[in-house]
């Protein structure tokens, strides 16, 4: 019996290992965000080749229903000058000449400023200053 509940043990560490060698599906962290690997959308795909932990092995891994995704994409240029809509973006509508304007915003004027205290006033050297006492010898150096 301990025999037979020691090789079920065995068996049942073992099989955690052994997963890693399967397939794995990617899904994303978050929505609407794509994991790109390799130029290519893995997002709810499988994958192969995938060693998890093991990342220092330089295997490739295999995305299979992935769909290559264009780094640089090519979105065309719009150049107001030529007179012509672009084509992607906000639509532009200028308004008629003779349209009822909106009431005029009332005046409004704030302003800031900065500048330093005052300072504060010195006293003027007096007219009779006291006299000048003599430091003793011994502090004399």
């Known amino acids: 019996m301990r025999t037979l509940s020691a090789l079920l043990f065995v068996i049942a560490t073992t099989l955690p290992a052994a997963a890693a060698d399967g397939f794995n599906i990617v899904v994303p962290g978050r929505p609407g965000v794509p994991i790109i690997i390799n130029g290519v959308d ?3 795909r499988v994958i192969e080749g995938d060693w998890g ?27 107001p000058s030529l007179g012509h809509k672009p084509g992607y973006g906000r639509l532009e509508i200028e308004p008629p000449a003779n349209r ?5 915003a009332e005046s409004f004027h704030e302003s800031w400023s900065a500048r330093s205290a005052p300072m504060e006033r010195q006293n003027e050297v ?16």
């Open 53 to 79: 932990l093991q990342r220092g092995i330089h295997i490739q891994p295999t995305v299979f229903g992935g769909r290559y995704v264009d780094p640089v994409p090519n979105v065309g240029h719009y150049y």
């Open 126 to 141: 007096p007219f009779n200053p006291p006299e000048v006492i003599v430091a003793p010898p011994e502090f004399r150096r």
């Open 100 to 104: 009822k304007l909106p009431q005029p």
């Open 42 to 44: 893995a997002s709810y």
